[in-house]
Every structure is written in structure tokens, then in C-alpha cells.
Nanobody, 115 residues
Framework: VQLQASGGGLVQPGGSLRLSCTAS????????MGWYRQHPANERELVAV????GASVADSVKGRFTISKAKNTVYLQMISLKPEDTAVYYC?????????????WGQGTQVTVSS
């Protein structure tokens, strides 16, 4: 199983970006998919997650970030971006395979919010 993320980049404050992450491989079902981010020198933090059709976003991004999912792809729509949103964003999924349930991570995509 692999997670392939895309969509990061450089954007001015107040701008928008959309991140995408697609899971591929020997997948029986996807139990959850979501996004974490990691600022330099900080721990990775949960940004948003979809579990069994229900979505949840962190308080720090509520009203600005929206998570959605279509088949094996999860999206993170980010609007009104702030400099403090600058981080490496990682896609995460808990996936049921023929050998059990496992956690998978994407390769990380850099989001930089700067004028």
C-alpha cells in the first residue's frame, strides 16, 4: 500500500491551496484518512481526519480547512491561509489489507505561507 500526496506549494497569506492524497495497493477497506502537519522543531499534529464518513478538523483550522474523501483519495481544502499554517503536511491512512490493519504515511508535502 502506498499513499501519494500532492498539492503543496508557496502561497501568500489569505490564499488557498488544495492537498490531495491517493491510496493504492492491496486495499480491502480504508478505515480512516487524514492530514497531519509538522512545523520545524515541533511534533506532528493532527489537522483533519475522516473516520467512517464523519469528518473532524482541529480547532486551529476550523472554518478555514475542509477535509473530504472520494474513493481512495482524501482532499484538504485550505483557505484564508496564515503564516502559521506553514509546515510539512503528511497524509495518513489506516487501511485494512489481507494481512491486517496498518497505518500508512505519505511522503509529506511542504506548504509555505509567506508574502
Amino acid at each position: 500500500v502506498q499513499l501519494q500526496a500532492s498539492g503543496g506549494g508557496l502561497v501568500q497569506p489569505g490564499g488557498s491551496l488544495r492537498l490531495s492524497c491517493t491510496a493504492s495497493g492491496s486495499i480491502l477497506s480504508i478505515n480512516s484518512m487524514g492530514w497531519y502537519r509538522q512545523h520545524p522543531a515541533n511534533e506532528r499534529e493532527l489537522v483533519a481526519v475522516i473516520i467512517s464518513g464523519g469528518a473532524s478538523v482541529a480547532d486551529s483550522v476550523k472554518g478555514r480547512f475542509t477535509i473530504s474523501k472520494a474513493k481512495n483519495t482524501v482532499y484538504l481544502q485550505m483557505i484564508s491561509l496564515k503564516p502559521e499554517d506553514t509546515a510539512v503536511y503528511y497524509c495518513h491512512a489506516e487501511i485494512s489489507t489481507g494481512w491486517g490493519d496498518y497505518n500508512y504515511w505519505g511522503q509529506g508535502t511542504q506548504v509555505t505561507v509567506s508574502s
